[in-house]
């Protein structure tokens, strides 16, 4: 079992940046790939970002590309999601979730492990 905690969610104005941490407990976080994923209103969940075990490797939806990056540190076991140039669209709940597997991959049935969930709302 893997026990995922986001937190750094908020309010933010047009072109403002947050950071989102995911705090992961369980079992060996170095070997999951992770990701976030987020869920607007009335929206079906998406896929925002995700990294494989090692690093290595990061993908990301076109529409955030060049403004969200999504690290790990695995000493802390923890996940970030660093949003800069946030715009209203991006106001949803963001989840963190995490894979059985090491690869990363953008599709929400490849992740086993779910957070609650942060709120981000940008205003404009």
């Known amino acids: 079992q893997v026990q995922l905690v986001e937190s750094g969610g908020g309010l933010v104005q047009d072109g403002g940046s947050l950071r989102l941490s995911c705090a992961a407990s369980?079992?060996?976080?170095?070997?999951?790939?992770m990701g976030w994923f987020r869920q607007a209103p009335g929206k079906e969940r998406e896929f925002v970002a995700t990294?494989?075990?090692?690093?290595?490797?990061?993908y990301y939806i076109d529409s955030v590309k060049g403004r969200f990056t999504i690290s790990r540190d695995s000493a802390k076991n923890t996940v970030y999601l660093q949003m800069n140039s946030l715009k209203p669209e991006d106001t949803a709940v963001y989840y963190c979730?995490?894979?059985?597997?090491?690869?990363?991959?953008?599709?929400?049935?490849?992740?086993?492990?779910w957070g609650q969930g942060t709120q981000v709302t940008v205003s404009s």
């Open positions: 979730a995490a894979r059985s597997s090491y690869l990363a991959s953008v599709a929400r049935k490849g992740y086993d492990y």
């Open positions: 990294i494989s075990w090692s690093g290595d490797d990061t």
């Open positions: 369980g079992r060996s976080f170095s070997r999951s790939a």
